[in-house]
T-cell receptor, first 114, second 108 residues
Framework: DAGVIQSPRHEVTEMGQEVTLRCKPI?????LFWYRQTMMRGLELLIYFNNNVPIDDSGMPEDRFSAKMPNASFSTLKIQPSEPRDSAVYFC????????????FGPGTRLLVL | AQRVTQPEKLLSVFKGAPVELKCNYSYSGSPELFWYVQYSRQRLQLLLRHISRESIKGFTADLNKGETSFHLKKPFAQEEDSAMYYCAPDSGTYKYIFGTGTRLKVLA
């Protein structure tokens, strides 16, 4: 298994543009997480899906952020419109179930909003 | 409220010196404790978890329920240990709360 796959790996965009980040979890995993990593705040959980259903989106910072999981093998995180303060590394992670299990992280998308 | 604290943002040690990365948590119930590591420009990956009681890359972590701590230790640091380390208690709900992380720098 290739592990969790994210694309793009790097994204540079201008303020006001729409940004879409993509994630393919490990096959068979039914929990998916989106995190944001910054120097100031560390790793923050943005949203959690279980069986493709959003369970907790309380970490999504604003209405500009939205996430979808149309099927078990694909999820997107969208920022529209983007702002410079959204610059961060965004990680996707998946986990086999809901219990106390290891999370498997993707390589991350490094986003820079100018 | 559930909380995890890693008091040191940066820890610098010389090669061959002992290392201790601190983690304190405030959780109800019996969380499972994890340490994750992120090497430069790489993805986060599991280093070790309490339930497996393994020693990974020479690191161990002891759960102290009385002090609610899960400090990560290694007797002799190596340069390749330089990385970002995150403590993450898991209460059994879906929600991990990661600590803010400790950057370990091992100096030659």
């Amino acid at each position: 298994d290739a592990g969790v796959i994210q694309s793009p790996r790097h994204e540079v965009t201008e303020m006001g543009q729409e940004v879409t980040l993509r994630c393919k979890p490990i096959s068979g995993h039914n929990s998916l997480f989106w995190y944001r990593q910054t120097m100031m705040r560390g790793l923050e959980l943005l949203i959690y899906f279980n069986n493709n259903v959003p369970i907790d989106d309380s970490g999504m910072p604003e209405d500009r952020f939205s996430a979808k999981m149309p099927n078990a093998s694909f999820s997107t995180l969208k920022i529209q419109p983007s702002e410079p303060r959204d610059s961060a590394v965004y990680f996707c992670a998946s986990r086999p179930g809901q219990g106390q299990e290891t999370q498997y992280f993707g390589p991350g998308t490094r986003l820079l909003v100018l | 409220a559930q909380r995890v604290t890693q008091p040191e943002k940066l820890l610098s040690v010389f090669k061959g010196a002992p290392v201790e990365l601190k983690c304190n948590y405030s959780y109800s119930g019996s969380p499972e404790l994890f340490w994750y590591v992120q090497y430069s420009r790489q993805r986060l990956q599991l280093l070790l978890r309490h339930i497996s009681r393994e020693s990974i890359k020479g690191f161990t972590a002891d759960l102290n329920k009385g002090e609610t701590s899960f400090h990560l230790k290694k007797p002799f640091a190596q340069e390749e240990d330089s990385a970002m380390y995150y403590c993450a208690p898991d209460s059994g709900t879906y929600k991990y709360i990661f600590g803010t992380g400790t950057r370990l720098k091992v100096l030659a």
